[in-house]
């Protein structure tokens, strides 16, 4: 969440800020709101304040044998007064926060402004693949190889689904233990979480109450529960509403989950296969920091995303986001993209966000420093990484003239040893 007192001392610098993001933002119903908020905050303590002092005079009121009948009157009629106000008050601090709420992360001021169109690239790796011969696309590949199948997937459950068979299990399932493993090494905690989370693990993301429509729900559960659409939603709540000591920072997690997306069906022609679908796997990153390690801890995870690539032998690039292509809750994103010569072109397939302490407003996680200061931590997340493009590349880029694929070295002690992927007979 914006910090409020940001919005009321510089609102000019968040309204320029936001505008980088792609969006309008007026502050003055929140600026009034908040000067009537502190208005009636003043009455409300001047009533109790009034309050107080005639209670404390009854005694020697009564004590001199005067009427205290006047005194409770007044006392009764300014408390009836001041629930009234605070009622008022409750009124205006829920419609203060629900337009707070509302707006996404402030960009960091080094970002271009704008969308897709003023993204950075910054690196790449490999080069374009060149092939001797007509290659296939990776549903070709999926195919021929006995990897995936579309058609029973969408028996059993429709569009935007596949089902990987034999060998295609065992290379999605050597790519995962391929990720789990390296982050293990890294020094990171593993956790497995629960797939169903309650509204305030949304909200928290950020992803609650702007994109409520974008998830999976489950009918008839009371209270009404989601199916994530990442780890990061579950995994920035383990310390929803905790003070985190100092010296337990940074906190490193990763989780391994099927994704739920319903926005699948919205892709283009060409995304076709595993692209884009409704459900994937994807190994997640997170990091809890302090506000000074919250750079470093960035850049080590944006390397560690591209070290799984490096290892795999995948031509990618490294693209810095412009202010309105980073997600509603982040303050900066870099995106990995891995080539997929059958479009072309470069897709995500790994995002590494640093939200600052946006989340962490939302749901209260906090530290002190070494001054003994209240302080909010910065959530990082980052894909580390998602298959559901990895494996396509991999089919595309390392495809040989027979119609095999050659497996990356690193996935072999997955797979007994096994150097090549052939075509299955039919």
Wanted: aromatic fraction near 10%.
């Amino acid at each position: 969440m914006v910090d409020i007192k940001l919005i009321l001392e510089k609102p000019d610098y968040v309204v320029a800020s936001l505008k980088k993001k792609l969006w309008d933002f007026d502050p003055k119903p929140i600026i009034d709101l908040s000067a009537r908020r502190l208005e009636l905050l003043k009455k409300v303590e001047a009533s109790k304040a009034e309050q107080n002092r005639l209670s404390a005079t009854v005694p020697a009121v009564k004590k001199e044998g005067g009427d205290v009948k006047a005194i409770f009157a007044s006392v009764k009629a300014l408390a009836a007064q001041t629930k009234e106000e605070e009622e008022e008050l409750k009124k205006i601090e829920a419609e203060i926060r629900s337009l707070v709420e509302v707006l996404p992360n402030l960009p960091d001021d080094d970002l271009a402004a704008g969308g897709k169109e003023a993204n950075q690239p910054i690196s790449s790796f490999g080069e374009i693949p060149q092939f001797d011969f007509e290659p296939k696309d990776h549903v070709e590949l999926a195919e021929s190889l006995g990897l995936i199948d579309y058609k029973r997937a969408a028996k059993i459950s429709g569009s935007g689904t596949w089902i990987y068979t034999n060998l295609g299990a065992r290379l999605e399932w050597a790519l995962l233990n391929y990720f789990i493993d390296t982050h293990l090494k890294d020094g990171y905690e593993m956790i497995l979480p629960p797939h169903l989370l309650n509204y305030d693990s949304g909200y928290t993301a950020g992803q609650f109450p702007k994109f409520c429509d974008d998830v999976f729900y489950l009918e008839g559960v009371e209270p009404k529960k989601f199916m994530l659409p990442t780890a990061e939603t579950a995994l920035v709540n383990l310390h929803r509403n905790e003070f985190i000591p100092l010296d337990q920072l940074p906190l490193k997690y990763f989780a391994y989950t099927p994704c739920y997306r319903r926005e699948a069906g919205s892709y283009r022609t060409e995304e076709r296969g595993m692209i884009r679908g409704y459900q994937f796997n994807k190994v997640e990153m997170v990091q809890y920091t302090t506000q000074e390690g919250s750079d470093a801890a960035f850049e080590e995870m944006v390397k560690k995303a591209e070290a799984l690539l490096q290892g795999l032998g995948l031509t990618y690039r490294l693209s810095k986001l412009a202010a309105g292509d980073c997600s509603h809750s982040m303050a900066r994103t870099y995106d990995i993209e891995v080539y997929i010569p059958s479009m072309k072109i470069f897709k995500e397939v790994s995002s590494v966000s640093n939200a600052r302490d946006y989340q962490a407003r939302r749901g209260m996680m906090r530290y002190k420093d070494e001054d003994g200061k209240t302080k909010f931590v910065h959530t990082l997340n980052g894909s580390g990484l998602a298959t559901s493009r990895v494996f396509p590349a991999l089919l595309e880029q390392c495809q040989q003239k027979d119609g095999s694929v050659k497996i990356p070295e690193v996935l072999r002690k997955y797979m007994d040893g096994m150097e090549y992927i052939y075509p299955v007979k039919k």
